[in-house]
C-alpha cells in the first residue's frame, strides 16, 4: 500500500519552454500533496504545499508564478515549470499524505534537464 | 522554523556491524520523526518512524530512538548488508504544522564487504 507515482521520471527541455509534472497516489486518498526540490548530494528542499481543491502555499523564496501546482484530485498533483531555465534542472519529487496521518510517501522523483 | 542536524555526513562500515545516524532537532513542537532511505536516482522511501511518545521502536534490523528531552533521535541498523548501502535522511514534523517536514543534511552510508 501507500504507491506514489510519477511521470515522467525524466525529462530534457529547452530553456523558455514549459514542462508538467504529474504526482498520483494509486492506493490512496491524497488529500495533501508536498511537493520537493533535490539538488545533487543535497537534502531534500520543500517548495510547496498543496491541499486538494485548494491553492498551493509555497515556501519562502519559491515564486510561485513560475512553479504552477494543481491538486484537482485526492489522487492527481502536478508541477508546471513554466519558462524553464538552465538552473531549474533539479530532480523533483512529490510526496502524499492523508488526512490526519502523519506519514508521507514519496514518487520515484522526476528529472529536469534544461538545455 | 525547525532546523534539523544529521552526522555523520558519511559512514562506512564492514559488513555485519552496525550503524548509528544521529539528529538533533530544535523546535519542541515536533511530535514525528520519520527516517528515509534513498538510492541513487530515486524517491526517499520511509523505513521506520517514531512519535513522541515513544521512547524507542524496532523493526527487524532497523531501530530508532527518541529522546525528548534533549532533543535527538538516532537511527540504529544492526547485522549490515551491502544493500544497506544508500543516503539516509532523518526528519522531523509537527502536526500543528501542517505535517511538514524538515530534513536533516543526509549520511551516506557504505557498507564494505
Known amino acids: 500500500g501507500a504507491v506514489v507515482s510519477q511521470h515522467p521520471s525524466w525529462v530534457i527541455c529547452k530553456s523558455g519552454t514549459s514542462v508538467k509534472i504529474e504526482c498520483r497516489s494509486l492506493?490512496?486518498?491524497?488529500?495533501?500533496m508536498f511537493w520537493y526540490r533535490q539538488f545533487p548530494k543535497q537534502s531534500l528542499m520543500l517548495m510547496a504545499t498543496?491541499?486538494?481543491?485548494?491553492?498551493?502555499?509555497?515556501e519562502q523564496g519559491v515564486e510561485k508564478d513560475k512553479f504552477l501546482i494543481n491538486h484537482a484530485s485526492l489522487t492527481l498533483s502536478t508541477l508546471t515549470v513554466t519558462s524553464a531555465h538552465p538552473e531549474d534542472s533539479s530532480f523533483y519529487i512529490c510526496s502524499a499524505t492523508t488526512s490526519g496521518r502523519s506519514e508521507q510517501y514519496f514518487g520515484p522523483g522526476t528529472r529536469l534537464t534544461v538545455t | 522554523g525547525e532546523n534539523v542536524e544529521q552526522h555523520p555526513s558519511t559512514l562506512s562500515v564492514q559488513e555485519g556491524d552496525s550503524a548509528v545516524i544521529k539528529c538533533t532537532y530544535s523546535?519542541?513542537?515536533?511530535?514525528?520523526f520519520p527516517w528515509y532511505k534513498q538510492e541513487l536516482g530515486k524517491g526517499p522511501q520511509l523505513i521506520i518512524d517514531?512519535?513522541?511518545?515513544?521512547g524507542e521502536k524496532k523493526d527487524q534490523r532497523i531501530a530508532v530512538t527518541l529522546n525528548k528531552t534533549a532533543k535527538h533521535f538516532s537511527l540504529h541498523i544492526t547485522e549490515t548488508q551491502p544493500e544497506d548501502s544508500a543516503v539516509y535522511f532523518c526528519?522531523?514534523?509537527?502536526?500543528?504544522?501542517?505535517?511538514?517536514?524538515?530534513f536533516g543534511t543526509g549520511t551516506q552510508l557504505k557498507v564494505e564487504l
Open positions: 492506493d490512496f486518498q491524497a488529500t495533501t
Open positions: 526528519a522531523a514534523s509537527a502536526t500543528g504544522g501542517g505535517n511538514k517536514l524538515t
Open positions: 523546535d519542541s513542537a515536533s511530535n514525528y
Open positions: 498543496s491541499n486538494e481543491g485548494s491553492k498551493a502555499t509555497y
Open positions: 517514531i512519535r513522541s511518545n515513544v
